[in-house]
């Protein structure tokens, strides 16, 4: 009987162990080139650096606030952009456009704001 439940126990812990693996993947992938490229350049459009800290070149920015990565279909590539620093400051940039695998896209209570989408 003992057996059997040090069976289970270590199936659960398996188990929930494949799953946090999964779940962080997200930050751990590495950033595709192009994707990166084009997040810069929204950096850039936003105020730079000092709007968004954790946008940095030497990182990847699959680990970026805001920046989701697909881990399935397209490994490495960003699919959900979540922009809500009230820091940011300037418009949208039309790099959102080179992001083609983004299916998610959010500018949430941002005052410094400006133009139209792109």
Same mark, same amino acid.
């Given at each position: 009987?003992?057996?059997?439940n040090? !069976? +289970? $126990? /270590?199936?659960?812990?398996i188990t929930?162990?494949? *799953? &946090? =693996?999964?779940s962080?993947? !997200? +930050? $751990? /992938?590495?950033c595709?080139?192009?994707?990166?490229? *084009? &997040? =810069?350049?929204?950096?850039? !459009?936003?105020?730079?650096?000092?709007?968004?800290?954790?946008?940095d070149?030497?990182t990847?920015?699959?680990?970026?606030?805001?920046?989701?990565?697909?881990?399935?279909?397209a490994?490495?590539?960003v699919?959900?952009?979540?922009?809500?620093w009230?820091s940011?400051?300037?418009s949208?940039?039309?790099?959102?456009?080179?992001?083609?695998?983004?299916?998610?896209l959010?500018?949430?209570?941002?005052?410094g704001?400006?133009?139209?989408?792109?």
């Amino acid at each position: 009987m003992e057996t059997k439940n040090l !069976s +289970s $126990t /270590t199936t659960i812990i398996i188990t929930i162990s494949i *799953a &946090l =693996l999964i779940s962080s993947s !997200s +930050s $751990t /992938t590495s950033c595709h080139k192009d994707d990166k490229k *084009a &997040l =810069l350049r929204i950096r850039d !459009s936003l105020g730079g650096i000092n709007g968004l800290p954790s946008w940095d070149s030497k990182t990847s920015c699959c680990g970026w606030a805001g920046v989701k990565c697909d881990s399935l279909v397209a490994p490495g590539r960003v699919n959900q952009l979540y922009v809500y620093w009230e820091s940011v400051n300037g418009s949208i940039s039309p790099s959102v456009g080179d992001l083609p695998y983004l299916t998610s896209l959010s500018f949430h209570k941002l005052p410094g704001l400006f133009g139209g989408i792109p």
